[in-house]
């Protein structure tokens, strides 16, 4: 049914996998397309209590697929899958390993409970491709404090499990082989709980997230950045694998 992501069910627990591996799940279009399409099946499927979401192969997901059609990034953009992502009535687990980057890590940030593998690089790598991590501005500062979040973002630095542990931007760092396990567990001990209680706690704790005045912003960003001749020089680097020469423009 999906191309780019694989869904599995198990004890009332999905498990939602990014799947192309051969691209260290970098995500791109039709990958946002399906995991929209995916979320939303799984919040009406009564079967299923909780949503994990983990990455085939080497990495969960280098962020962006930087060589998708130019003419796809306005409704890369514009999609609304990580609305979907964060207010999702289901409690949602991030199982992450080896590089977790850009498009990568706001999926995960907008989980609710994120499992580290002691292999995960983590980095908001946005502006360092001409772009925005637009889906991380609102939520990272409530996580990890404004101060943190500005230089994570500004620096686009890559750090470790044991540093985003520190930070409290991953709830656990555990050996790779622990990783699932740990996940499954933290799924066993959500599901001991009411679902009525779980899905009201969630709502409640989101409701300051996303809205319009924050919509709006975002959006006369995207329309700012979507097409510079930054992003245009990140994407020429990056198949030409050196480093951008920025403009401001």
Known sequence: MYKTILIEKKNHIAILTLNRPE????????LKRESLQALSELEGDSDVRVVIMNGAGRAFSVGHDMTDAPSTLEEFTSLKQEEKLFSLDKPVIAAIHGYTLGDGVQQTLLCDVVLASDDAILGFIGPRAGGLCYGSLSV????VGRRKAT????TCD???AEEALRIGLVNKAVPREQLMPAAFEMAEKIMKSAPLGIKYTKRLMGGEFFGAEY????REALIALNGSEDMDEAARAFMEKREPVFKGR
């Not at 990272?140 to 996580?143: D, F, V």
């Not at 919509?215 to 975002?218: F, I, P, Q």
């Open 23 to 30: 691209k260290l799940n970098a995500i791109n279009l039709e």
């Open 140 to 143: 990272l500062p409530a996580i």
């Open 151 to 154: 230089e994570l973002l500004f």
């Open 158 to 160: 890559q750090i470790s």
């Open 215 to 218: 919509k709006r912003a975002v």
